[in-house]
């Protein structure tokens, strides 16, 4: 079936450096992707999205890139701070706004 | 607090055993979505409502789970005979129709012993 997946489950960044998540999916269909943040016992909350006639968009400390030719979304925090330290999800819509999401990356920042 | 609430955040409750997990969604949001995620994964699709018309059910939801929104408010989702299996964070999920983003909840923690 078709799927949304991120390339590594972990990531350690030193704190001040950037952090790149990567997330890769495989339906074609898919028109829209966002990102969630999800601290330990919370809710996932929403970062940043993008929709798929973007390959690029910005948000405060974050960036959000898309290559629909290799299906590909990554996304970027400027100058990671220890409240970064969490789960990052991606997530894809292709059909009517039912989102499907990947494993997740578990972000350590480190002091 | 006008974000989505859940209710209870945590239940312990033997197998076999029923329960009941609320779910109070943004005001002016029409759609509800329940997901359910388990230790290390993202969350799964349950199930969603446009105002009170549930639109879908996944696969992952059997028989013994039931949801409803029957005033197209406040939702409810229940789990009948529970499973140890079925131990995870039911969480929920609202939006205005075909906007994309989904406010989540804290989630509701269930434990079957």
């Known amino acids: 079936g078709e799927s949304v997946g991120l390339h590594l489950p972990t990531l350690s960044v030193q704190e001040g450096d950037n952090s790149i998540i990567n997330c890769a999916y495989s339906?074609?269909?898919?028109?829209?992707f966002i990102w969630y943040k999800q601290e330990s016992g919370k809710g996932p909350q929403f970062i940043i999205d993008?929709?798929?006639?973007?390959d690029k968009r910005q948000g405060q400390r974050v960036t959000v890139l898309l290559n629909k030719t290799v299906k590909h979304l990554s996304l970027q925090i400027a100058a990671t701070q220890p409240g970064d330290s969490a789960v990052y999800f991606c997530?894809?819509?292709?059909?009517?706004?039912?989102?499907?999401f990947g494993a997740g990356t578990t972000v350590t920042v480190r002091a | 607090d006008t974000g989505v609430s859940q209710d209870p955040r945590h239940k312990i409750t033997k197998r076999g055993q029923n329960v009941t997990f609320r779910c109070d969604p943004i005001?002016?949001?029409?759609?509800l979505y329940w997901y359910r995620q388990t230790l290390g994964q993202g969350p799964e699709f349950l199930t969603y409502?446009?105002?009170?018309?549930?639109?879908?059910k996944s696969r992952l939801l059997s028989d013994r789970f039931s949801a409803e929104r029957p005033k197209g408010s406040f939702s409810t989702l229940e789990i009948q005979r529970t499973e140890q299996g079925d131990s995870a964070m039911y969480l929920c999920?609202?939006?205005?129709?075909?906007?994309?983003?989904?406010?989540f909840g804290e989630g509701s923690r269930l434990t079957v012993l």
């Open positions: 999920a609202s939006s205005r129709s075909n906007t994309g983003e989904l406010f």
């Open positions: 339906n074609s269909a898919s028109d829209y």
């Open positions: 993008i929709r798929s006639n973007m």
């Open positions: 997530a894809e819509n292709a059909n009517d706004y039912k989102l499907s």
């Open positions: 005001s002016e949001h029409n759609r």
């Open positions: 409502f446009q105002n009170e018309a549930q639109l879908e």
